[in-house]
């Protein structure tokens, strides 16, 4: 793969062939060219009516059709949208929360804090809700409220949840009759569920700030205890990405010769204003919007939980929601392309949203200093809090790095595991984990990823965000 260099963090792949744009990978120095990564970048570019770049963040790694780390930005009246650009997890994403609470309070009782997280937020594979079983209205409801749903219902931190979560927790145009019925059994008993693999519920303590401002409007105090949650649609979304791409791979030819040239079948995909692509869109709309609710209820659930083991009231507790951001989402936003605002679809797989100052959009308490931008880490290491600067706005279509990125696959990783105990040697580093999956801890170790710190750092130089607070885990509970 040929790669010309344009500064020290972006690297290009020159158009050839069907390639629409050229590619453009963020990293901090030349990303091998044997990564299958990079030709996913390129096939990403042969879209119709893709904008700019196919841009790949620091955390980039091989995925289902697009890289995770991946944008693309398509024009919405002639361009494609592509499931593969979304995946499998529809708004896997991450939720912080702050707390008025010392961590050193919390470290006397950290592993009775985790038991009860973990008894009253259920984890695993297909594990079963708290909740009970959503009748066909509720599951209804929540596939279009989202996270207010859930907030109406008494599980949350504060009353002002939602207007901290990305698009104030639910997506606009969801359709609960385009999500098929498979995927409503399979959602209708797993609403704040955490999942297995990389998902995980993590008590954290504000180790350091690097940025006073952005952390005093993000109410980010060093040395208080935080909570960050991430998880996603579970077996809902699941399902959905599933139907979309079995509907769409045998229409491409249909769509005429510019669908039926992409080069990778991971990349099915249908026009925007097509009867199929509405319908996905509507879909994962609404699947976006059970994630919501899903990190809404173990918001909920986690909260209590917390101040039942520490034997805390509300008000002494103080937890609210810092911001909820999704990392697997298409999105129709305004951004400015040579100069002219223009309606886009933007695709982002492995990519977190990152607005800048006095964009309208950013909710107001943090519009002076851009959106938070959470950046989860490995459990062994540690985690950052960004924020949305405006070199994203003219590069990247207000887009950033979204974790730290696999350098082993699971199975790799359970490979080099062998013979090892995980779980001791995060005890030796003062850090709990409780897990329900027998594998989760080899698959997931620190070794299994890049260091988020050169990731961000990246991001940073590139001006695409600045770095605001780092987190680390003193607790973690995994499926």
């Known amino acids: 793969m040929q790669l010309r260099r344009i500064h020290d963090w972006l690297w290009e792949i020159p158009r050839e062939g069907g390639m629409r744009v050229p590619g453009r990978i963020y990293a901090d120095g030349m990303p091998s060219p044997d990564d299958p990564a990079l030709r996913q970048v390129a096939n990403v570019a042969f879209l119709p009516g893709i904008v700019g770049a196919a841009l790949a963040m620091p955390d980039m790694h091989w995925g289902y059709g697009f890289p995770i780390g991946g944008v693309a930005a398509v024009d919405p009246d002639h361009g494609a949208v592509s499931p593969g650009g979304v995946g499998y997890d529809i708004n896997c994403g991450v939720r ?64 002002d949840d939602v207007e901290n979560c990305e698009e104030g927790g639910a997506l606009a145009g969801a359709d609960p009759a385009a999500v098929g019925e498979r995927a409503r059994e399979r959602g209708a008993d797993q609403l704040g569920t955490l999942g297995s693999g990389n998902h995980f519920l993590e008590l954290d303590v504000v180790a350091e700030v690097f940025d006073e401002p952005a952390a005093l409007a993000f109410g980010l105090v060093p040395g208080d205890l935080a909570v960050q949650i991430h998880s996603g649609s579970r077996g809902l979304g699941h399902q959905v990405c599933e139907d979309a791409l079995a509907a769409l791979r045998p229409a491409m030819s249909r769509h005429g010769p510019d669908y039926a040239s992409i080069p990778d079948p991971q990349l099915a995909c249908a026009p925007v204003r097509s009867a199929a692509g509405r319908e996905y869109l509507a879909a994962m709309s ?30 002494d507790m103080g937890a609210r929601v810092v911001y909820d951001v999704c990392h697997n989402v298409a999105k129709h936003e305004e951004h400015l392309v040579e100069g002219r605002s223009r309606r886009l679809l933007v695709h982002r797989k492995g990519a977190t949203r990152a607005f800048g100052p006095g964009d309208p959009r950013v909710p107001a308490p943090y519009r002076e200093v851009g959106q938070p931008v959470l950046v989860p880490g490995d459990m062994g290491r540690c985690s950052y809090v960004l924020a949305g600067a405006a070199g994203a706005m003219t590069e990247t279509f207000g887009s950033s790095c979204h974790g730290a990125g696999r350098i082993l696959s699971r199975h790799q990783a359970m490979k080099a595991a062998r013979g090892r105990s995980i779980h001791r040697e995060l005890a030796d580093r003062g850090i709990e984990v409780i897990s329900r999956g027998k594998h989760t801890l080899a698959e997931e170790m620190s070794e299994a990823y890049k260091d988020v710190t050169r990731v961000v750092s990246v991001v940073e130089r590139a001006g695409l965000a600045r770095v605001v607070a780092r987190l680390e885990p003193m607790g973690v509970v995994k499926g």
């Open 96 to 159: 912080l929360l702050s707390t008025r609470v010392p961590a050193g309070e919390v470290r006397p009782r950290l592993h009775q804090a985790l038991s009860l997280i973990f008894q009253d937020v259920p984890t695993g594979v297909g594990a079963s809700a708290a909740i009970p079983r959503l009748s066909g209205r509720d599951l209804d409801a929540v596939l279009v409220q989202g996270a207010r749903w859930a907030l109406a219902r008494g599980f949350g931190a504060s009353s």
């Open 286 to 315: 609404a699947a976006a919007n059970y994630a919501w609710a899903n990190r809404q209820v173990m918001t909920g659930l986690a909260v209590r939980a917390l101040r039942r083991a520490l034997s805390l009231s509300e008000g």
